[in-house]
């Protein structure tokens, strides 16, 4: 039903990444009375995931939306509403901004929506922080204030996104986590740093309404 491969130029100690296998898709597929490319199975897409420069960046971005997922599920009045992946947002703001992920978090009475940007290190300091003109063009233009959230892979990188932005945008309110905050104690919980804070205080994800 699944199939699994270690990624190349890996050492021993490598976990194994696994995807769906053929037999996996038609089952799914049937479930739901799709064939298995309407259910969006790709098989050459997925063999070809092994050879992708960036699939510590895809795993990581989907690492992020399982804890959001989970979060929500086990938090009290709580739903992840909304989660567009990456093609969605390009096609809908790509004109701007192209963020790897966009989300709707409604808790309770109060509703968050957020674009995140996963960011592994591997670009310069100043593209990324070369994002936040785009995000201010988007606000601006729409008239909305949307949050914009980091997820990091260390605290190297969280930190010098905080240094870089060290004035809060009165367009763009930036916070930022790293992935394992992300992943214990989780979403919801006060792990969000608000760039520009001189405090350095965190935040609850439903605080930052």
Same mark, same amino acid.
């Given at each position: 039903?699944?199939?699994?491969?270690?990624?190349?130029? !890996?050492?021993? /100690?490598?976990?194994?990444?696994?995807?769906?296998?053929?037999?996996? *898709?038609?089952?799914?597929?049937?479930?739901?009375?799709?064939?298995?490319?309407?259910?969006?199975?790709?098989?050459? *897409?997925? @063999?070809?995931?092994?050879?992708? =420069?960036? &699939?510590?960046?895809?795993?990581?971005?989907?690492?992020?939306?399982?804890?959001?997922?989970? =979060?929500? #599920? *086990? $938090?009290?009045?709580?739903?992840?509403?909304?989660?567009?992946? +990456?093609? /969605?947002?390009? %096609? !809908?703001?790509?004109?701007?901004?192209?963020?790897? *992920?966009?989300? #709707?978090?409604?808790?309770? =009475?109060?509703?968050?929506?957020?674009?995140?940007?996963?960011?592994?290190?591997?670009?310069? &300091?100043?593209?990324?922080?070369?994002?936040?003109? @785009?995000?201010? %063009?988007?606000?601006? +233009? $729409?008239?909305?204030?949307?949050?914009?959230?980091?997820?990091?892979?260390? =605290?190297?990188?969280?930190?010098?996104?905080? @240094?870089?932005?060290? $004035?809060?945008?009165?367009?763009?309110?930036?916070?930022? !986590? #790293?992935?394992?905050?992300?992943?214990?104690?989780?979403?919801?919980?006060?792990?969000? /740093?608000?760039?520009?804070?001189? $405090?350095?205080?965190? #935040?609850?994800?439903? +605080?930052?309404?």
């Amino acid at each position: 039903m699944i199939d699994h491969f270690l990624p190349p130029h !890996t050492d021993a /100690r490598a976990p194994y990444h696994w995807v769906l296998a053929d037999q996996g *898709a038609q089952v799914l597929a049937a479930l739901q009375g799709l064939t298995p490319h309407e259910l969006g199975h790709r098989p050459a *897409a997925q @063999r070809a995931l092994r050879l992708n =420069s960036h &699939l510590g960046h895809i795993t990581g971005l989907a690492e992020t939306y399982v804890c959001f997922f989970v =979060s929500a #599920r *086990a $938090t009290p009045g709580t739903q992840l509403q909304r989660w567009w992946p +990456e093609a /969605r947002c390009r %096609a !809908t703001w790509g004109h701007h901004v192209r963020p790897d *992920a966009y989300l #709707r978090w409604r808790q309770n =009475s109060v509703t968050v929506d957020a674009f995140i940007e996963y960011d592994t290190g591997s670009e310069p &300091l100043a593209r990324a922080i070369a994002k936040i003109d @785009r995000y201010r %063009a988007l606000a601006e +233009e $729409t008239e909305h204030r949307t949050p914009v959230l980091f997820v990091v892979t260390g =605290s190297k990188r969280l930190t010098n996104i905080c @240094r870089s932005l060290h $004035t809060p945008d009165p367009w763009v309110p930036v916070h930022v !986590t #790293r992935i394992d905050q992300l992943t214990h104690p989780g979403p919801a919980r006060p792990i969000w /740093r608000q760039v520009g804070d001189a $405090t350095c205080s965190v #935040r609850a994800l439903v +605080e930052l309404a």
